[in-house]
């Protein structure tokens, strides 16, 4: 299994950012039957849960981004995005996508995320 993550730059507050990740090395059915989920690691920090969604469309997403940001994903393509809106500088960091299905539990390299006040 491979995730690669893509979509990081940088901008000011306020603007918008659109991630995406793209798995590889498993069959359709298993990408279908994943969870597939965010997270992201501020320097100096734990990382932390951004977004996820499951399998049957639920989401979950950390309070600070709610309303600002949503995660989605395309299962022919493998592909699991985050848009995210009214960028704060407190988002800034490095955003790693993660997959789980049964015991599998792999995440991607990360992108980098940078939001200048």
């Known amino acids: 299994v491979q995730l690669q993550a893509s979509g990081g730059g940088s901008v000011q507050a306020g603007g918008s950012l659109k991630l995406s990740c793209r798995a590889s090395?498993?069959?359709?059915?298993?990408?279908?039957?994943?969870?597939m989920g965010w997270y992201r690691q501020a320097s100096g920090k734990q990382r932390e849960l951004v977004a996820i969604r499951t399998s049957s469309g639920n989401t979950h997403y950390q309070e600070s981004v709610k309303g600002r940001f949503t995660i989605s994903r395309d299962n022919t393509k493998r592909t699991t995005y985050l848009q995210m809106t009214s960028l704060e500088p407190e988002d800034t960091g490095v955003y790693y996508c993660n997959f789980k299905y049964d015991s599998w539990d792999y995440w991607g390299e990360g992108t980098q995320v940078t939001v200048s006040s």
């Open positions: 090395g498993m069959i359709l059915s298993t990408f279908t039957g994943s969870q």
